[in-house]
């Protein structure tokens, strides 16, 4: 496994009037922010301008910076949080992966671990209290980015061995609050159909994800995770305690999924382990599976296919005994969406031939598939799978060959999620996964046409990832093909009808 810089921990010093320095002593020039900063293409009033945009919208209406403070931080200053991680993000979001504090020649300060890092305890009383302080936290402060600039993301070893601990086996005292011999008598307050309605409850919100995307509900479901978090910390039989767990695994994931949809990508990731610790709680491998999946596909979404890869794979050996076909085959799919990305078109081929043989024994029947899984549809496998072979083109320096598996493959997908209404994201991703290869096979007119439905789609659709990735597939038609009417077309379309804007989460 490779050695990462990464950043875990929150800064949490007091913050000067305008982003300062902390310290000036034996000050040097910052040649890896620099490096960062001259690779980016903004100008030093540029990126002050971002630096102030972003602190905004987290509340630091404090911060007032300008050129000749970039000017200093390049020179060696350091400056105060919250620059340092807003700065990360910045960089972060320019480059598509995951710049860290620390690449960027800064420090870091200390805080505790309830709001820091992924190297948490796996124990149920502090995954209760962690959950209960970062839903809290996260309600609290609803400003746009607040919660998700205030943190960092992990990647490489700080977050791939953490998560293998998820396989040692848990303690069965260790669930929940311990109880004691009055406790254990004590009926709980909880009655059977109320714990019923907490379950349909959360596939109710996941519904609603997939039809309106992470933007429309994400805070509902936080309070909802909130309130299971109080319920966990009231002395509950072991049985209760475990569907509580459950639940709060499944809200917690869902609350992570938003917040990646959304583009909050810290808050996603540190919620997704928060859903790893509760699954382990639940004794439900499975579900801890999927988890791992949510954060495989982050790691694929921001840039590093390897952390990707150590995820699906430590998700697969996990639950290879309890998981059902549908699950398997989501994984090998994942598995395969790792491998496109890290230019491996023999082993990607194959984890989709595993993909599409493991769902044809789903579809035999069998063991009922949990919530969950379910959006796991035909049209689903077709659409990983053929962005499988698109990143594979991508990587190849778009390949017409990968473009041309992928192209039949991605039809189907449109095709069948057009027939969908309960899955209208998915339908866009997928118009623009398929806009994208026909970018490849030089075929801008046709492009065009998938695109404009995407926007349609996009309109009605509160996701931030769909919106972003529609605005980079017009952008690279104009850069390729800006003297064809139909692409001219679009790019006013777009700017009209799906204007960038800050989203509410």
């Given at each position: 496994m490779g050695s990462y810089k990464v950043a875990e921990r929150n800064g949490g010093l007091?913050?000067?009037?305008?982003?300062?320095?902390?310290?000036?002593a034996e000050k040097r020039p910052n040649e890896q922010l620099t490096s960062w900063f001259v690779r980016s293409g903004w100008s030093k009033?540029?990126?002050?301008?971002?630096?102030?945009?972003r602190a905004r919208q987290m509340g630091a209406h404090h911060i007032s910076t300008d050129t000749s403070r970039v000017r200093r931080w390049l020179d060696g200053e350091q400056p105060r949080e919250p620059i340092p991680r807003i700065l990360s993000e910045l960089f972060s979001e320019r480059f598509g992966c995951v710049v860290a504090i620390e690449d960027l020649g800064l420090r870091t300060a200390h805080q505790s671990p309830s709001v820091s890092g992924v190297d948490l305890p796996w124990a149920g009383p502090q995954t209760v209290q962690l959950l209960s302080e970062f839903s809290?936290?996260?309600l609290m402060l609803a400003r746009r980015g607040f919660l998700g600039t205030s943190l960092a993301l992990s990647a490489?070893?700080?977050?791939?061995?953490?998560?293998?601990?998820?396989?040692?086996?848990v303690p069965a005292t260790d669930l929940g609050r311990p109880e004691t011999a009055a406790s254990a008598r004590r009926p709980s307050r909880l009655s059977k159909p109320e714990l019923d309605l907490l379950e349909s409850t959360t596939v109710m919100f996941r519904q609603w994800d997939a039809q309106c995307g992470g933007?429309?509900?994400?805070?509902?479901?936080?309070?909802?995770?909130?309130?299971v978090t109080d319920l966990l910390q009231e002395p509950q039989p072991a049985d209760t305690a475990k569907r509580l767990f459950k639940v709060a695994a499944e809200l917690a994931e869902l609350a992570g999924w938003m917040s990646y949809d959304v583009g909050l990508q810290p808050t996603a990731q540190k919620y997704f382990v928060l859903a790893l610790h509760a699954a382990k709680e639940a004794e439900d491998k499975?579900?801890?599976s999927y988890i791992l999946s949510s954060m495989s596909r982050q790691m694929i979404h921001l840039g590093r296919p390897e952390d990707a890869l150590e995820l699906i794979h430590l998700a697969q050996y996990g639950s290879r005994d309890c998981a059902t076909p549908r699950t398997q085959a989501m994984l090998y799919a994942m598995e395969a969406r790792a491998y496109a990305n890290m230019g491996q078109p023999s082993r990607c081929k194959r984890a989709v031939r595993m993909a599409e043989d493991t769902f044809g024994d789903a579809a035999l029947g069998g063991e009922p598939d949990p919530d969950w899984i379910r959006f796991f549809s035909e049209a689903e496998l077709n659409g990983e799978n053929a962005h499988s072979y698109r990143d594979l083109a991508y990587v190849a320096g778009r390949s017409p060959t990968y473009a041309s598996l992928a192209e039949p493959v991605m039809q189907r997908a449109v095709e069948l999620f057009g027939k969908d209404d309960e899955h209208q994201r998915s339908y866009a991703l997928n118009l623009i996964g398929m806009a994208?290869?026909?970018l490849m096979q030089r075929e801008p007119e046709q492009c065009t046409v998938l695109a404009e439905r995407a926007i349609g789609v996009?309109?009605?659709?509160?996701?931030?990832?769909?919106?972003?990735?529609?605005?980079?597939?017009?952008?690279?038609?104009?850069r390729d093909y800006g003297d064809v009417a139909e692409v001219v077309r679009l790019t006013d379309q777009i700017a009209a009808q799906l204007p960038e804007s800050a989203e509410a989460v």
């Amino acid at each position: 496994m490779g050695s990462y810089k990464v950043a875990e921990r929150n800064g949490g010093l007091p913050v000067g009037g305008n982003g300062g320095s902390a310290t000036n002593a034996e000050k040097r020039p910052n040649e890896q922010l620099t490096s960062w900063f001259v690779r980016s293409g903004w100008s030093k009033g540029e990126l002050a301008r971002q630096v102030n945009r972003r602190a905004r919208q987290m509340g630091a209406h404090h911060i007032s910076t300008d050129t000749s403070r970039v000017r200093r931080w390049l020179d060696g200053e350091q400056p105060r949080e919250p620059i340092p991680r807003i700065l990360s993000e910045l960089f972060s979001e320019r480059f598509g992966c995951v710049v860290a504090i620390e690449d960027l020649g800064l420090r870091t300060a200390h805080q505790s671990p309830s709001v820091s890092g992924v190297d948490l305890p796996w124990a149920g009383p502090q995954t209760v209290q962690l959950l209960s302080e970062f839903s809290r936290s996260d309600l609290m402060l609803a400003r746009r980015g607040f919660l998700g600039t205030s943190l960092a993301l992990s990647a490489g070893p700080a977050l791939i061995e953490p998560m293998q601990r998820w396989l040692v086996p848990v303690p069965a005292t260790d669930l929940g609050r311990p109880e004691t011999a009055a406790s254990a008598r004590r009926p709980s307050r909880l009655s059977k159909p109320e714990l019923d309605l907490l379950e349909s409850t959360t596939v109710m919100f996941r519904q609603w994800d997939a039809q309106c995307g992470g933007g429309l509900r994400r805070k509902a479901v936080v309070g909802q995770l909130h309130e299971v978090t109080d319920l966990l910390q009231e002395p509950q039989p072991a049985d209760t305690a475990k569907r509580l767990f459950k639940v709060a695994a499944e809200l917690a994931e869902l609350a992570g999924w938003m917040s990646y949809d959304v583009g909050l990508q810290p808050t996603a990731q540190k919620y997704f382990v928060l859903a790893l610790h509760a699954a382990k709680e639940a004794e439900d491998k499975p579900l801890g599976s999927y988890i791992l999946s949510s954060m495989s596909r982050q790691m694929i979404h921001l840039g590093r296919p390897e952390d990707a890869l150590e995820l699906i794979h430590l998700a697969q050996y996990g639950s290879r005994d309890c998981a059902t076909p549908r699950t398997q085959a989501m994984l090998y799919a994942m598995e395969a969406r790792a491998y496109a990305n890290m230019g491996q078109p023999s082993r990607c081929k194959r984890a989709v031939r595993m993909a599409e043989d493991t769902f044809g024994d789903a579809a035999l029947g069998g063991e009922p598939d949990p919530d969950w899984i379910r959006f796991f549809s035909e049209a689903e496998l077709n659409g990983e799978n053929a962005h499988s072979y698109r990143d594979l083109a991508y990587v190849a320096g778009r390949s017409p060959t990968y473009a041309s598996l992928a192209e039949p493959v991605m039809q189907r997908a449109v095709e069948l999620f057009g027939k969908d209404d309960e899955h209208q994201r998915s339908y866009a991703l997928n118009l623009i996964g398929m806009a994208t290869v026909h970018l490849m096979q030089r075929e801008p007119e046709q492009c065009t046409v998938l695109a404009e439905r995407a926007i349609g789609v996009a309109r009605r659709v509160r996701s931030e990832r769909v919106n972003t990735r529609l605005r980079k597939t017009v952008d690279t038609a104009a850069r390729d093909y800006g003297d064809v009417a139909e692409v001219v077309r679009l790019t006013d379309q777009i700017a009209a009808q799906l204007p960038e804007s800050a989203e509410a989460v």
